[in-house]
């Protein structure tokens, strides 16, 4: 069992009238979370529902408020899990509220389901969304000698909480490739009523050998034989199903800087390494850089979310080669980081410690990371 960062503020934001959403990929924690919280709340009357349940998802979506009333009555918190499977839930939810207003609602939704767009607009001012990925750093309760020590399976076989619990390597690896072949496509393809599973593995193994380097949609449309529009569309997809985030060139405009072509990352390295079939150790390995970057940008990115410290996040590269990893802006502040694994330094780029004089500069290694994701 972990103890998740969002659990307080998920606790605190149950309120009567209101709801809150979680969602994210799926087998990262949501129901367990869920779970958690109802079993805290001991002096509370909480219904707990799963929306993948044939007569759950009817009454919930029957949008008859004598259905709501009957089914909530004596309770003060309503659970709902796995939230996407109920048709027209955000109405549901509305409707909900407005006429049970002593209810405090809880729903999940995995990434097959924007529950944003979904139940955004009806109750702004009524809702608080939050999201969750595969265990942040921080969350493994890993003190600083087992981080350490524990570091190159992270980078091999990620953070997912499963995945974390499993000692044995092979049952590790097979984990991770269920998660692949099963729910990371699922969920991809029920988010816009996809058909193709082939083409999103294919796409997904080019950005996994890209990891970290600027991309070209057109050079991904020609791999792939299909159009820029296609490339666009199915990566939007994927940052919606927490598969992959983006990052953007960082630019002040000034004339050298490159700002055009995102590069794109993995929430989650044990997933990375699963499209790639490659479980080697570091040693065996001649992309450990990646690793390295993708590791200490999406567990940065973790931490700061669940801190709630509303960072902004870049790279920064000229048109001659000079280059920093990451860039964070947090209360009009710089900070600049480049990733070494081992226990390499850099310097920093001349044009950058030029123009941005007050930004702080720091190379993250094998020794100091366990202070920068803390």
């Keep these: 069992m972990f103890e998740r960062k969002l659990q307080q503020s998920l606790v605190e934001n149950l309120k009567p009238g209101h709801v809150t959403a979680l969602f994210g990929a799926r087998r990262t924690g949501k129901t367990t979370l869920m779970q958690l919280i109802a079993a805290g709340l001991e002096s509370k009357s909480v219904l707990l529902l799963n929306g993948e349940d044939y ?34 839930i955000g109405k549901a939810l509305k409707l909900i509220v407005d006429t049970q207003p002593h209810l405090a609602v809880f729903a999940t939704g995995s990434s097959s389901f924007d529950l944003k767009n979904e139940i955004g607009e009806p109750l702004t001012g009524r809702s608080r969304f939050y ?53 990371l496509i699922k969920d991809v393809l029920q988010l816009d009523n996809l058909k ?83 479980f080697n150790p570091p040693e065996q390995r001649d992309d450990m850089g990646k690793l390295w970057e993708n590791f200490c940008i999406s567990e940065r990115i973790k931490k700061q979310r669940y801190a709630e410290t509303f960072s902004n996040f870049w790279f920064w590269r000229t048109y001659d080669q000079q280059e920093i990893d990451l860039i964070e802006e947090m209360d009009g502040h ?11 330094q850099s310097k920093i780029p001349k044009s950058f410690a030029e123009n941005y004089p007050a930004a702080h500069y720091q190379t993250i290694n094998h020794d100091s990371f366990p202070d920068f994701l803390k």
């Design 334 to 344: 710089l900070f600049a980081w480049e990733f070494k694994w081992g226990n390499k």
């Design 55 to 88: 007569d759950t998802a009817r009454l919930i979506a029957s949008l008859r408020v004598e259905n709501y009333k009957n089914l909530t009555a004596g309770y003060d918190f309503l659970f709902i899990d796995e939230a996407q499977n109920i048709p027209d």
């Design 131 to 183: 999201s969750i990925y595969p265990l942040s750093f921080s969350e493994t309760g890993l003190d600083y000698l087992s981080a350490i020590k524990s570091l190159p399976q992270i980078l091999i076989y990620g953070t997912y909480p499963q995945v974390m619990l499993e000692d044995n390597l092979k049952e590790k690896r097979h984990i991770l490739e269920s998660i692949r072949n099963g729910y």
């Design 196 to 278: 193709d599973s082939h083409f999103i593995m294919n796409l997904l193994r080019q950005l996994a050998f890209q990891t970290g380097n600027d991309t070209s949609y057109s050079e991904l449309a020609s791999n792939l034989g299909t159009t820029v529009k296609t490339i666009k569309r199915y990566l939007d997809i994927l940052e919606k199903a927490f598969v992959i985030f983006s990052l953007y060139g960082f630019s002040r405009n000034l004339r050298k800087e490159f700002n055009k072509s995102p590069r794109f990352y993995f929430w989650d390295n044990g997933v990375r390494n699963a499209l790639i079939s490659n």
